[in-house]
């Protein structure tokens, strides 16, 4: 069974940075695609960042700029290292996995448990 658990959110002030990183199992890391997504309460869940099987990486315009997608296929990670961040970014944060080459255009795939980033003003 596939497994995804993300760590590393937390409580930040304005400004400050974050590193959260998933660690996969039950799948074949390296033939995946991986990405993140926040959901805000009362929200609709929203694509962050991806990262292909290859490497190509891409960012939300939302988060554009202050936050980069990696990789580390010895370890089965995927990281998102946030900087600069803003009350707008307090949300959870959820890993997803799905097929190197799929969409991203939908959510689909599987999923981590999220983990919770609350950006203080």
């Known amino acids: 069974q596939v497994q995804l658990v993300e760590s590393g959110g937390g409580l930040v002030q304005a400004g400050g940075s974050l590193r959260l990183a998933c660690v996969a199992s039950?799948?074949?890391?390296?033939?995946?695609?991986m990405g993140w997504y926040r959901q805000a309460p009362g929200k609709q869940r929203e694509l962050v960042a991806f990262i292909r099987s290859g490497g190509s990486t891409y960012y939300a315009s939302s988060m554009k700029g202050r936050v980069t997608i990696s990789r580390d296929n010895a370890k089965n990670t995927v990281y998102l290292q946030m900087n600069s961040l803003k009350p707008e970014d307090t949300a959870v944060y959820y890993c997803?996995?799905?097929?190197?080459?799929?969409?991203?255009?939908?959510?689909?795939?599987?999923w981590g448990q999220g983990t919770q980033v609350t950006v203080s003003s």
């Open positions: 997803n996995a799905r097929p190197g080459g799929s969409s991203w255009t939908f959510p689909f795939g599987s």
């Open positions: 039950g799948l074949t890391f390296t033939i995946n695609d």
